[in-house]
């Protein structure tokens, strides 16, 4: 019974590749007419993924902090919203992408910090806010591709070339910049699912 509920909180992410996950999410955007609500109001919305490293840790949102941990039977789902930035144009497999929490209020965004290394923030900016602007907006940007294996990726901050997304080898700690290479894990599996 132990090994059954060990296998069912690992994450096996579907088959498709991240070049085919952010192809998906682009023709989507490129193409997608706004519904319209009850209240003929138009409705956009972002796509909503779970993300976890390599390692099998997942991001979460806590106390203001996105952080990596593994998952146990008591962990609740945290998803997060990501749209295309349509300011940017797309290069082959490079896709620039903005990173939001799962209600869409708050966008992650790449500053510089006092020590010359850049660093991660959540700013009260809103993820589709940023999608219908059309601008560059590099500090909100991060371009994915496709890591070591097609099913896993990366993200790459716009504003500061060669700095990716990153986990500690430790758990419960808040994601980070990092050049890949070092200790932290710049690899992360990502699926699409329902808000």
């Known amino acids: ?34 519904h319209l609500d009850v209240h003929n109001e138009v409705l956009d919305k972002p796509w909503f993924y779970k993300i976890w490293d390599v390692d099998q840790k997942f991001l979460f949102l806590h106390n203001n902090m996105v952080l990596a941990a593994p998952r146990d039977s008591n962990s609740p789902d945290y998803l997060f919203t990501v749209t295309p930035n349509s300011g940017i144009k797309e290069k082959e497999n490079i896709f620039p992408i903005f990173i939001g929490t799962h209600n869409g209020a708050r966008t992650l965004s790449c500053v510089e910090s006092g020590g010359g290394q850049p660093q991660l923030n959540l700013e009260d900016r809103g993820i589709m806010d940023l999608y219908r602007e059309k601008q560059e907006l590099k500090s909100f940007t991060f371009f994915c591709k496709s890591g070591s294996s097609k099913e896993t990726g990366s993200f790459q901050s716009a504003a500061f070339p060669g700095w990716f997304i990153s986990t500690s080898s430790e758990p419960n700690k808040p ?13 992360f599996y990502f699926e699409k699912t329902k808000s």
Request: proline share 4%.
């Open 1 to 34: 019974m132990e090994t059954v509920e060990t296998e069912t909180l690992m994450a096996k992410p579907n088959k498709m590749t991240v070049d085919q996950k952010m192809k998906d999410l682009f023709h989507h955007f490129s193409t997608a007419k706004p």
């Open 175 to 187: 994601i980070s910049l990092s050049h890949q290479g070092g200790a932290e894990i710049t690899e």
